[in-house]
């Protein structure tokens, strides 16, 4: 277990017993999160690896952001349309009006967002978007956004950010929740009060062989709010990223952003034809690569990067170019072989639009979180300013909202927390159990 005051870092600092908000997740959310809370406000972070191994630093094309007025509509239909209109309207709307203070708000934090010649942002366009609305940082858009974040965290007096600690249960009575309970890697129980839960805990790539997340990102979340009867929507909404980097090894498949597709590659079969628009929804070019694997018999297919030209591949793409590289292929000579996998999860624990759960004192925000802005498919780069503008929905609410009475009477029996893996293994099967029983109700 490491915990640390995050200006100082201090191995040997135990933790306290309570804090006025506890935040589950270092990612994009969880950070921006921690950030918009006053400083008078106590506040533990904490994640089941170290704290910059979240999804959020794996993001590659961008985050977006509105183009001035003239372009709402096309925005709001461009992200209605890429989720097949089973979008909540409203969060949409949220989403797209408070994108530019977002945005305004990075770059007084220091995000280095790319720039033309005349010092203006530089916009790029990926699939399913009417027109370039998408800021980038070469090809590592979320880990700039996020290191930056965390950096600024770490100068925090009140935040504190606890590692290697694992969520296992909420404390609730009466529908309120009133902490959680969290263990380390040798199985050591800590319960941890506070005013306010924030979950900010990723997706549920873990959960699947082959997925573009961190392995431990495994939803367990989602687990502990089915316990707890909080209510979830949309579990079996879950994005297949057309393509990620094919290969034999094990592990966390390698994405080739969608904006590098944006900028003009091309999808070849194995006799290098193009098969399908390269700018449609992810889940319709995910769809027509299955197809189009199935046909002739193909593990892959292939993405050809060279009509980018060289300049612009090394310039914009350099972390991709350099582990195509590593794995034996020279996009800048040669099409890539490319696979869809599982990449992005819509649905989640239910909130509304300050980002409130069904149950008082818990909060959602990011991936863990459904508000319903992506419907039943993400709009590419939508996923980073989702997070951020609803994990500041979420502070205002803590800050501004009415605060919820906990009744705190009783003793809190921990001896049921002995082993880690097998309650989070019992998560885990709640959870693959649910999706099923979701697909099978919309067939």
Wanted: net charge negative; hydrophobic share 35%; proline share 3%.
């Amino acid at each position: 277990m490491l915990i640390y005051a995050a200006r100082k870092e201090d191995k040997s600092m135990n933790m306290k017993e309570y804090y006025d908000v506890i935040i589950v997740g270092t990612g994009a959310a969880g950070l921006y999160c921690a950030l918009n809370l006053p400083e008078r406000k106590k506040v533990l972070l904490l994640t089941k690896q170290k704290a910059d191994q979240s999804d959020s630093f794996l993001a590659q094309g961008g985050i977006c952001m509105l183009r001035g007025e003239g372009d709402y509509n096309d925005y709001f239909q461009d992200t209605m349309r890429a989720g097949h209109f089973e979008n909540d309207e409203k969060a949409v709307e949220l989403m797209i009006r408070s994108s530019n203070s977002i945005i305004r708000d990075l770059v007084r934090r220091h995000v280095d967002f790319a720039r033309d010649a005349q010092g203006n942002l530089a916009f790029t366009r990926e699939g399913a978007h009417s027109q370039p609305r998408i800021l980038f940082h070469e090809d590592e858009t979320g880990k700039q956004i996020t290191q930056t974040l965390l950096d600024e965290v770490k100068t925090k007096d009140n935040i504190k950010i606890c590692e290697y600690m694992t969520m296992v249960d909420l404390i609730v009575k009466d529908n309120v929740c009133g902490g959680i309970i969290i263990m380390d890697e040798k199985n050591e129980v800590y319960p941890v009060r506070a005013k306010h839960v924030v979950l900010a805990c990723g997706g549920l790539g873990g959960l699947y062989q082959n997925s573009t997340n961190f392995p431990h990102i495994t939803g367990d979340a989602l687990g502990i709010a089915m316990k707890h009867q909080i209510v979830l929507e949309h579990l079996d909404y879950i994005q297949i990223h057309p393509t990620t980097l094919y290969s034999k090894k094990p592990g966390r498949r390698f994405l080739v952003s969608e904006s590098v597709r944006g900028e003009g590659a091309l999808l070849l079969n194995k006799n290098g034809q193009r098969f399908t628009d390269e700018l449609q929804p992810r889940d319709t070019v995910s769809k027509a690569i299955f197809a189009q694997m199935e046909k002739e018999g193909s593990h892959c297919v292939w993405e050809d990067m060279r009509p980018l030209g060289k300049d612009t591949i090394l310039k914009h793409f350099p972390n991709i170019y350099q582990h195509c590289l590593d794995e034996g292929y020279d996009p800048c000579k040669e099409p890539i072989p490319v696979v869809p996998a599982q990449h992005y999860f819509m649905g989640g624990i239910k909130v509304d639009l300050g980002s409130r759960t069904s149950m008082k004192g818990l909060y959602a925000c990011g991936e863990t979180s459904c508000n319903g802005v992506h419907g039943k498919n993400r709009l590419a780069s939508n996923s980073l300013l989702e997070s951020l503008v609803f994990a500041r929905r979420a502070a205002d609410d803590i800050m501004f909202g009415e605060e919820p009475e906990f009744d705190a009477s009783g003793r809190l029996d921990c001896s049921r927390y002995e082993d880690r893996d097998a309650i989070l293994g019992e998560y885990h099967k709640a959870v693959r159990s649910e999706i099923e029983r979701m697909k099978k109700s919309h067939e």
